[in-house]
T-cell receptor
Framework: KNEVEQSPQNLTAQEGEFITINCSYSVGISALHWLQQHPGGGIVSLFMLSSGKKKHGRLIATINIQEKHSSLHITASHPRDSAVYICAVRLNTDKLIFGTGTRLQVFP | EPEVTQTPSHQVTQMGQEVILRCVPISNHLYFYWYRQILGQKVEFLVSFYNNEISEKSEIFDDQFSVERPDGSNFTLKIRSTKLEDSAMYFC???????????????????FGPGTRLTVL
């Protein structure tokens, strides 16, 4: 049973499109992370949130605790946004439980 | 901007050999983690470390694995006798001090290193 589900698994877009990636989880959490993994493998933390909404540049992350759902939005997408986007949840401990990731490709 | 570093970037070893993966966490962080990602699979938690001891570990982290903070800056993961299935990308992460209100604990963001790709032949 997957505790963290992401959709879609793969996503292609044209430059400039608005992107939405969804994450649903089945357990009670203390925080949710959105991470970006580039083709070389490195992982970059984009957001950590436990309620509401956060914005950083063209990225917006929202979470609905009651519905156990989070979304990551990218406005005005660009080819350099191409990466795997990973949702990870933190339970009432230190460890993160990861989703399988959404592979995004943005074409010029 | 401070960052987590890991060495080596790629390690190739023979099955049965011992390997040590090294990490230098962000200097004022107190919580340290190891994760691994087998090719094509999701990232999995291995172990968390605080105050010079393991605070949590997963089922993957068996007796073949150990962690150590040998000095004030390094954090290492040792695999005693590597198996083919240990081939993966290993990520170190660190986070700062916990902050929380009474009855509510909040956790700080984890910062990840670039990873070490371990190949066991």
């Amino acid at each position: 049973k997957n505790e963290v589900e992401q959709s879609p698994q793969n996503l292609t877009a044209q430059e400039g499109e608005f992107i939405t990636i969804n994450c649903s989880y089945s357990v009670g959490i203390s925080a949710l992370h959105w991470l970006q993994q580039h083709p070389g493998g490195g992982i970059v933390s984009l957001f950590m949130l436990s309620s509401g909404k956060k914005k950083h540049g063209r990225l917006i992350a929202t979470i609905n605790i009651q519905e156990k759902h989070s979304s990551l939005h990218i406005t005005a997408s660009h080819p350099r946004d191409s990466a795997v986007y990973i949702c990870a949840v933190r339970l009432n401990t230190d460890k993160l439980i990861f989703g399988t990731g959404t592979r995004l490709q943005v074409f010029p | 901007e401070p960052e987590v570093t890991q060495t080596p970037s790629h390690q190739v070893t023979q099955m049965g050999q011992e390997v040590i993966l090294r990490c230098v966490p962000i200097s004022n962080h107190l919580y340290f983690y190891w994760y691994r990602q087998i090719l094509g699979q999701k990232v999995e938690f291995l172990v968390s470390f605080y105050n010079n001891e393991i605070s949590e570990k997963s089922e993957i982290f068996d007796d073949q694995f150990s962690v150590e903070r040998p000095d004030g800056s390094n954090f290492t993961l040792k695999i005693r006798s590597t198996k083919l299935e240990d081939s993966a990308m290993y990520f170190c992460a660190s986070s700062g001090r916990r902050q929380g209100l009474a009855g509510l604990r909040s956790y700080n963001e984890q910062f990840f290193g670039p990873g070490t790709r371990l190949t066991v032949l």
